[in-house]
Structures are given as C-alpha cells and as structure tokens.
C-alpha cells in the first residue's frame, strides 16, 4: 500500500508534496504525482496546507480534498498499468469525447467511489468488472 492507513500520515505527504512544489525543492516521483493532483485543485489549497486534522462530512455539506485526490490518484495509476483491463481505453476515448484529462477522471471518479464503497459493503474485493461496465456508461 503506497500510503498507508492512517488519515495523519496520509493528509501530511499531501501536505509535504504540496509544500516541496511551492519551495521549488525536489520532489519524489510519488510526491510529484501528489503535487501534480493538488495543483489542478486550487480550491483544495488551503486544506492541504491548514488543519490536517479537520473532518469533511456529508452533512456540513462539505467535500473530503484528500479523498477526492486520492480518487484522482487511483485513477491515474489504473489508467498508467492498464488495471483492470480497459480502464486506460475508456479514459482515452472519455478524454477524447471531452477534451479534457482532469474532466475524464472527475467523470471516473464517481464509478471508483462507487466500486470501492459498493466492495466495503460487501466486505469484499472490489468488483473489476462492474467497475468496467460503470466506467462504459459513461
């Protein structure tokens, strides 16, 4: 697992990631793709450099930054190793229809979101091939 389980250690590469970019000091690979998810979320900023600790709750009516870019992160390692199989076709033909690769994963993200939680349900792995079949939907 690249990050980890804890919420602390995860929202603080976020936040290292972020930091080194806007110092202009060199980056891992990793963090390099951390910082290229939160410079195209400006309106994430401030959360990935304030309180690490806050919650995000649906009923606040607030969005959780670190899982919507975490969601992007997956994205784009299923769309760099092809897994499951398909998933790099539907992102180019998506980005194609669109003309645009940040709006194709926004689209992508909600068919992940929903595998991953349809799979917590569960209790269960991830299903690739309803996950395909949500991503030909769209």
């Not at 697992?1 to 970019?21: C, N, P, S, T, V």
């Not at 939160?38 to 600790?53: F, I, R």
């Not at 709750?57 to 899982?67: A, K, Q, R, V, W």
Request: charged share 25%.
């Amino acid at each position: 697992m690249i990050f980890g389980q804890d919420r602390g250690e995860l929202r603080k590469m976020y936040a290292d990631a972020w930091q080194k970019h806007c110092s202009a000091v060199p980056l891992s690979p990793l963090e390099a793709q951390i910082a290229a998810v939160v410079a195209v979320h400006p309106e994430y900023h401030a959360s990935v450099s304030g309180d690490l600790e806050a919650d995000f709750t649906i009923e606040d009516g607030s969005t959780n930054p670190f899982l919507h870019m975490g969601l992007h992160m997956g994205i784009r390692e299923q769309v760099a190793i092809d897994r499951p199989a398909g998933v790099a076709a539907v992102f180019r033909q998506l980005t194609a229809r669109l003309g645009d690769s940040h709006q194709a994963e926004h689209r992508m993200l909600d068919c992940l979101a929903e595998t991953l939680w349809d799979a917590q349900r569960r209790q269960a792995p991830p299903d690739e091939a309803a996950y395909l079949e949500r991503l030909r939907t769209l």
